[in-house]
């Protein structure tokens, strides 16, 4: 499937040009055409430079999907996205394919409070039942009971989601909404967006003041390994790069420098046959080390967030294994003695779509840029957020406001003004 | 905003861009030089959308959920339209519209009770859903025989008079009873005994929904579902009472006899009848009868 019906060039024009071709710019183009009412009604093209994904954060993904957050937003998206994948085919089955199988695993997450982080989870929890997620509290008592495994010193309080909370397989998530879109008429193209034709005029913006307004004319897709390109001619852009996101706004916008980047985080897969049995969960530590189960076979996945003044260089994908010796591993073996014995089998390295400003995804429409989209900056939460971020932006495009979810907090507009909206709950 | 309405379709294939100051002359290359499939099988035609040649559409017949009864005629009515589909746009939209008028009625048949349950109760409507819109039988506390509908599928007006009486157990075996059908179960407190036996439609998402039953089941049947698998299973350790699990004649739990020991260690006072420790060791056994 990789790379096997994309090799067509791009078309001269499309009303909607996606650049990006991960989960979240399917997404986009999905509910574009799931939302434009009359069949056939747009032409939307979705650019990837690499078909074979092999940079993309969506294939390096861990899976997981969860409720708890702190912002209602998120916890709202999360629930609109869990209800999507949980009527996936409804959805994304496509008449005379197979359906769609997510491989979903209900494990739910366990996030694990210290003293002083205690007080900040049960303000969580109780905003994420308010919005009707189902977050059980656990004391240490309670949780040694539930998880025998699991060393409690040092816990103070655990929230554990009970539904729509867990893992599933990315890939299964990006090749349904790939096949559905392009069942739907979006087109694809193989090919790098390295410059646009802008045109700027003087417009009159919302204060009434006269201000020069640009616009993306054509976009430049350049094909692989060659200096070749063709301008295609487009009414709005979605930037849903990832990770290059902010290198692409830049692109079109030179003067205003959005804080999207890439970060470098490595997954490490072990194997340990005596750790945690089949209602392992995925659990975040009070020092911010995670892991979950993989398949039956005792083998099991996680990794840590470095601290800001570790974080590794992002020019390549190597894997630092030294990063799993000295900062994951004795953080697994604190917390489950278990893993005190365990053989690392394989790691990999993936980028986070990562929003060094607040660590919230950026949703709406480019300050600077009158027919440039945002969906980015997702921050290691794109994957679950992206049937929820899809159609916000597809609303955002087609109808020109958010409908169904308010998500207006998450515009760019906030990265200007200087006003953080964090996410506390980042993994 | 742009307005998307100002950008007209020119017919396919389309004629070239206005030429632009910052091109390079001539500067296409392979891109320009190819021309565009010129297949375009339905409205708003793709070439990115290009659908599967016939063969391997009908390579897909294989991975189908349901292969018995009903279940196997819709699928064979469904694999025909698929292969005319192929050729005829028409019947991929017959298709289409087959599979919506399907899900519409398990919808329907999962609906929420609301009203009996304003009425009457949590646990009379969860007999009600049972009996009534899953064929299926209740027993509420304090009561040796089974509620169940009559020849002509209604319920007895007696399940009526039964408003503070907890329902102990519920059969669905066989019925089409899904996630948002079990709307209707999760209320119960005393629920003690709950077979789920050979429900086409219940998948994993339904089987993380029974952690609302921890403090009470003592009982449950999974056997003969054909969309439950070990991933779906281990959400079950939310039910710590629990006795007797019936697990048999599950279709996608590949190596039986491992999940059968990981679920004896998650559930260690609970029996776990229907796989055995060689199952995987053997060619699976038929569909269910």
New interface residues.
């Given amino acids: 499937m990789p790379g096997g ?2 090799r ?6 499309a ?2 040009v996606v650049v990006g071709g991960g989960v979240v710019g399917w997404a986009v183009a999905y509910w574009l055409k799931a939302l434009e009412g009359r ?5 939307v093209l ?1 650019v990837e430079r690499d078909p074979t994904y092999s940079r993309a954060s969506s294939v390096r993904a861990v899976g997981g999907i969860r409720q708890q957050f702190s912002l209602p937003e998120n916890i709202r998206m999360s629930r609109f996205s869990a209800s999507f994948l ?1 009527t996936v085919n ?1 959805h994304l ?1 496509v ?5 769609v199988d997510l ?6 997450y366990l996030f694990l409070a210290s003293e002083r982080g205690a007080a900040a989870l049960e303000r969580n929890v109780r905003l994420q039942r308010d919005e009707g997620a189902r977050v059980a509290l656990l004391s240490p008592a309670r949780l040694k009971e539930k998880f025998p495994w699991v060393n409690v010193d040092g816990v103070a309080l655990a929230s554990y989601g ?3 909370e ?1 893992w599933f397989d990315p890939w299964a998530l990006l090749g349904a909404f790939r096949r559905k879109a ?8 193989v090919g790098e967006v390295k410059s646009f ?1 802008m045109s700027s005029n003087v417009g009159l913006v919302a204060t009434g003041q006269e201000q020069p307004v640009s ?1 993306i ?2 976009v430049n ?1 350049h ?1 692989a390994d ?6 295609v ?4 852009v979605v930037n849903a790069a990832g990770a290059w996101a902010g290198e692409l706004a830049q692109l079109a916008e030179p003067r205003l420098r959005l804080p999207l980047e890439p970060r470098k985080r490595f997954v490490y897969v072990w194997h340990c046959p005596d750790g945690p ?3 392992c969960p995925l659990l975040v530590d009070t020092s911010g080390v995670y892991f979950r189960r993989d398949g ?2 005792g083998n099991y996945l996680g990794g840590r967030s470095p601290a800001e003044e570790d974080e590794p260089d992002t020019s390549d994908l190597e894997v630092d294994y030294d990063f799993f010796q000295e900062k994951v591993w004795p953080e697994l073996a604190r917390r489950v003695p278990a893993f005190a014995a365990l053989k690392v089998r394989s790691a990999w390295a993936g980028y986070y779509d990562y929003n060094a400003f607040d660590r919230s995804a950026v949703l709406g ?1 480019h300050p600077g840029v ?2 440039l989209f945002v969906a980015a900056g997702f921050s290691g939460r794109g994957l679950q957020q992206a049937p929820a971020a899809g159609r916000a932006v597809a609303e955002l ?2 109808r ?1 406001r958010f409908q169904s979810l308010d998500l207006s907090r998450f515009g760019p507009g906030r990265l200007a003004a200087g006003e953080p909206l964090a996410e506390s709950a980042v993994v | 905003m742009a307005a998307l309405g100002a950008a007209p379709y020119a017919p396919y294939p389309l004629d070239a861009p206005p030429p632009h100051p910052a091109l390079p002359g001539g500067g296409r290359g392979p891109h320009g030089a190819e021309p565009l499939p010129p297949q375009l099988r339905r409205c708003g035609g793709a070439w990115g959308g290009a659908r599967a040649a016939p063969a391997a559409a009908s390579a897909g017949c294989g991975r189908a959920w349901a292969s018995s009864g009903p279940a196997a005629a819709a699928e064979l009515r469904f694999a025909a339209l698929r292969r005319l589909g192929a050729w005829f746009s028409d019947a991929e939209v017959l298709a289409g519209w087959s599979a919506r008028l399907q899900r519409t009625r398990l919808r329907t048949k999962n609906a929420y009770c609301g009203y009996v349950q304003e009425l009457y109760g949590d646990d009379v409507a969860a007999a009600y859903f049972a009996i009534s819109c899953c064929g299926g039988g209740a027993r509420f506390e304090g009561r040796d025989e089974w509620l169940r509908p009559d020849a002509r599928g209604r319920f007895s007006p007696e399940l009526l008079q039964l408003r503070d009486v907890p329902v102990v157990a519920i059969d669905l075996r066989g019925s089409a009873v899904n996630y948002s059908g079990l709307d209707n179960l999760v209320r119960l407190t005393r629920l003690r005994h709950l077979d789920l036996g050979g429900c086409r439609h219940l998948d994993d998402w339904a089987l993380a929904r029974l952690h609302v039953f921890g403090e009470s089941l003592r009982e449950l049947s999974v056997a003969g579902c054909p969309r439950v698998t070990e991933r779906g299973l281990a959400a079950l350790h939310h039910l710590r009472h629990l006795q007797r699990l019936d697990v048999s004649d599950l279709p996608a739990v590949p190596n039986k006899g491992l999940v059968r020991i990981l679920l004896e260690e998650m559930l260690p006072h609970c029996q776990v009848v229907g796989m055995d420790y060689g199952d995987g060791l053997e060619p699976p056994p038929g569909p269910p009868a």
């Fill in positions: 019906r994309s067509s060039p791009p078309p001269e024009q009303d909607v069949p056939g009604a747009m032409r979705v949980r409804e089955g008449p005379g394919e197979p359906p491989q979903f695993n209900p494990s739910g009970l539904e729509d867990g392009a069942s739907l008429g979006v087109l694809s193209c034709v616009r004319r054509y897709v094909a060659s200096r070749e390109y063709q301008p001619s487009c009414a709005v049995g089949l209602e039956i076979g429409a009158e027919n495009v087609l020109g």
